[in-house]
């Protein structure tokens, strides 16, 4: 992990003003992250490359309170929280994924179209859990995953935290 920061680093110098580092942190131990997570700001990366799907690893969810030391540092150093569609996979799904005996390319439209689907989950989640309350000043990014069905998304969440008693349990947040 800390070879891979380390050489992009390296390779954004050229042209620093065009290439946004992103952080990629050892996961699986929380004060490990952190601490790569600070050397790499040092270094000039300017966010966080994070994965939406830390449960298929046996790990908390990325909106668990679990995760909220390495969400300060990012606050507090204003680095980005930055999900991609193929962070978290497991090693089978990217075997799978990479297994061209058994490519179809129908099935590939589809799993690739329903990528957004993982997307969706995600900023649903975000913006449902109480993870934005509490890191007001955190700016989360959702990476190479288009933007067409975020009005529809917006407006099914709305209307579900307020027909389904969200906004009485939790009044002081905003709507999604």
């Not at 490990?32 to 270094?43: G, K, Q, T, V």
């Not at 046996?58 to 606050?75: K, N, R, S």
């Not at 649903?124 to 509490?134: A, I, K, M, P, Y």
Request: contains cysteine; aromatic residues 12%.
């Amino acid at each position: 992990v800390r070879t891979y920061n380390d050489y992009q680093a390296e390779f954004a110098s050229a042209a620093p003003e065009r290439f946004v580092c992103l952080a990629t942190v050892p996961f699986w131990d929380l004060d490990a992250s952190i601490d790569e997570l600070r050397r790499c700001h040092a270094m000039g990366h300017r966010g966080l490359l994070w994965a939406a799907t830390l449960e298929k690893h046996g790990l908390p969810d990325f909106t668990d309170e679990h995760w909220d030391p390495l969400y300060a540092v990012a606050q507090e150093l204003g680095m980005s929280v930055n999900f991609h569609v193929g962070v978290g996979n497991t090693a089978e799904e990217i075997e799978a994924a990479m297994n061209r005996d058994s490519y179809d390319p129908a099935a590939n439209a589809a799993r690739s179209s329903m990528s957004f689907v993982s997307n969706i989950r995600t900023i649903g989640l975000l913006v449902t859990s109480g993870l934005c309350d509490r890191f007001p000043q955190l700016d989360f990014v959702s990476v190479e995953s288009g933007f067409g069905y975020i009005p529809f998304l917006l407006d099914s969440l709305d209307w579900q935290w307020l027909g389904s008693g969200a906004r009485d349990r939790y009044p002081d947040r905003l709507l999604p």
